[in-house]
């Protein structure tokens, strides 16, 4: 029984991923191609500083940000608000993202009448086409009554940060998915930082699904002090994603090749392949630091997961040796929508395996 369950929630994947991906409901993923410059100028970062963070795990502290509040609303117990900021990445990267996306957004609740040195923040982070707030909201939300905020930050290229001429979730090119990865980063880990020396709360985390899980990785990863890091239905890199996964159907591999056909670059579809798994590789958290506190890292997999295969969330815990798999029956979608008490479970264990500040 169990196995046939299981073998359902994987047709499940597959279903909904023909449906968004093999059908022309939505164009595919880069359909602009690679990026150009733009890519050259990432691939270029990522060479300069993984050097840098390898050689002794001396991460640099992030740039502190000043976020504009108002409030949405309150209640006798919680408080949600919102606030902008200008993203704190440096001016060339800053240059290199879309106007739309310079202007960062977060939903921030918090609990009321406690003091801040006894509560915990952790900032969610987005999975693949979460547009808004709210399914963020809807996890964190329960945790308000163990003293838990939730501050969720609305990604580059999504919501209100999307270009004018992206469609949904569609990036148009290569690059675009760097930069979104890269400002999620930096922002993240300048939010954390304002949390830590601004409202000086007691513990911090950092939780995302799927994309959003890539990115809470790299952020625990880097983050010069101790957080929770919470990877929900993540694999280790984008190229399990776009390669492997359930997404290389939705991906325009005849543009990419056309723009290198251009360039006077002949490829065959293979070999544009092999070129984006190079790329890609960029993003593979295994390549990170271990984390500050590895026991605060817990992953949380799917057993019949579609888009992400077991051996990526294994990879990962063999890279940082402390970190906890914790498994749940189902697939990439079902699992979305039926364990989210299992990803609260997780944010609440990894706080708890992280010390309050004043004992650092």
Same mark, same amino acid.
């Given at each position: 029984?169990?196995?046939?369950? *299981? ?36 691939? @270029? ?66 609990? !009321?009448?406690v003091p801040p040195q006894k509560m915990s923040c952790v900032v969610h982070l987005a999975g693949t086409g979460d547009h808004t707030y709210d399914r963020r909201l809807r996890l964190g939300g329960p945790l ?34 760097? $930069? ?27 939780? *995302? ?20 890091? $919470? ?24 543009? $990419? @090749? ?5 360039? !006077?670059?002949?490829?065959? $579809?293979?070999e544009v392949r092999e070129r984006m798994r190079t790329v890609l590789s960029l993003t593979d958290v295994t390549r990170f630091p271990v984390p500050k506190n590895p026991e605060a890292v817990i992953f949380v ?60």
């Open positions: 029984m169990a196995t046939r369950l *299981g073998t359902l929630h994987y047709v499940i994947d597959h279903i909904y991923g023909a449906l968004m991906h093999r059908t022309r409901i939505s164009p595919p993923f880069f359909s602009r191609g690679w990026g150009g410059p733009k890519l050259e100028l990432l691939e @270029r970062m990522a060479k300069q500083l993984f050097p840098m963070y390898l050689e002794g795990h001396n991460c640099p502290p992030p740039p502190l940000v000043r976020p504009v509040w108002r409030t949405v609303w309150e209640t006798k117990t919680a408080r949600l608000r919102e606030g902008v900021f200008q993203t704190p990445c440096d001016d060339e990267l800053t240059a290199a993202l879309p106007p739309e996306s310079r202007t960062a957004r977060v939903a921030w609740l918090v609990p !009321k009448d308000v009554k163990q003293n838990i905020a939730t501050m969720v930050l609305e990604s580059p290229f999504y919501g209100r940060r999307r270009p004018f001429l992206q469609r949904g979730a569609r990036l148009l090119c290569v690059s675009d998915l760097l $930069l979104l990865g890269r400002a999620t980063i930096e922002e993240s880990r300048s939010l954390i930082h304002w949390l830590d020396v601004e409202e000086g709360f007691g513990k911090m985390g950092v939780c *995302g699904l799927s994309m959003g899980g890539v990115h809470a990785s790299m952020v625990g990863s880097l983050h010069p002090t101790p957080v929770a890091t $919470l990877p929900f239905l993540s694999p280790h890199s984008a190229v399990v994603a776009f390669c492997e996964g359930i997404l290389k159907y939705g991906t325009a591999w005849e543009a $990419l @090749r056309e723009e290198l056909a251009a360039q !006077k670059i002949t490829m065959t $579809l293979d997999a799917a057993t019949d997961d579609g888009y992400i295969p077991k051996h990526s969330v294994l990879e990962l815990q063999k890279a940082w040796p402390g970190s906890e798999v914790r498994w749940v029956r189902g697939g990439h979608v079902s699992s979305f929508i039926l364990h989210n008490d299992e990803f609260r479970k997780a944010i609440v264990d990894g706080l708890d395996r992280v010390d309050w500040k004043e004992s650092w």
